[in-house]
C-alpha cells in the first residue's frame, strides 16, 4: 500500500516578485516571500530598507512596481474593503487611536464601517476584545490621552482584534515602551498567536522581540530579502546581518534567552 503524502498547506500570504521603486531608487528588488498559517515572523532592516514600504505592500495600501501579493488565495489588489477588514488586523506605529472616539468606540470602529451588527452586539464585542488584550473593563469609557503607552498599544490591539482577522500587522509595537510593558506586548501577541490560531508578521527594530517571539525572520538588506530562523541568520557571512545578530544587544538578549531555556 503506497503511503499519502500530504501537500503542503497554502501559504496564508504569498510575495512574488515584488519590486518597489521611488524615482531611480529601487527599495525592493524582486521580493519573494511565503507566511505559513499561524506562525509568528518578523521584518528587520537596517534604515532605508524599506520595511514600512513592504508592510504597506503587503496590506494592500501600496501598489507594488512589479510583482503580486496573494493574500489567503487571492490578489490583495482584487479584495475588497469589507472582505480585506475581515482577513486584516492591523496595528499602527504609536496606535494610531482617535483622539475624539472613547477606546470602546475605537474598537467597534470597524464593526460600524463593515457590519450591521446592532449597537448592543457591537459594545458587547467591544467589551471581550478589551478583555483579550489585557485591559480592564472600565478603561472601555477612556479616552486614549487618559491611558499609558503600554494602554494605548493594547487598545489599538484590540481595534485590530475587532472582526476577527486571520492575520495580525503589527508595526513597531513595543515602540515607545518601557522594558516591562514591551515583555507585556510580546506576551500578549504570544497569547493571542497560541490560543486564536492567529498569524502575525511583525515589522520591528526591537532584537527582543524578534530573538525571543518570532519563528522566522525576514531581513530587509541590499534591496532583497532573507529569511530564515534567528539561529540560522546568526551563522550568515552577510556583514550587516553578521552585525546586526551579534551586536552587544543582541549577544545579550541571546545570553537571556539562554538562561530562559536553562541553557
Known sequence: MTARIQAPAE??????????????????DKLNLDIARGEIIGIAGGSGSGKSVLLKTLVGLHQPDAGEVRLNGKAVASIGAAEKAALIGMLFQQGALFSSLSVAQNIMLPMREHTALPDEEQERIAAMKLALAGLPADSGIKYPSALSGGMVKRAAFARALALDP???????????????????????????????????????????????????IAVLVDRKITVDTADMLMQSDHPWIHDYFHGPRAAGVMQARKLSHGN
Open 11 to 28: 501559504p496564508i500570504l504569498s510575495v512574488r516578485g515584488i519590486v518597489n521603486r521611488f524615482g531611480k531608487q529601487v527599495v525592493h
Open 166 to 216: 486571520k492575520i495580525l500587522f503589527l508595526d513597531e509595537p513595543t515602540s515607545d515602551l518601557d522594558p516591562i510593558a514591551a515583555s507585556g506586548i510580546d506576551a500578549l501577541i504570544r497569547q493571542l498567536n497560541e490560543s486564536l490560531g492567529i498569524t502575525v508578521v511583525i515589522v520591528t527594530h526591537d532584537l527582543t522581540t524578534l530573538l525571543t517571539l518570532c519563528g522566522r
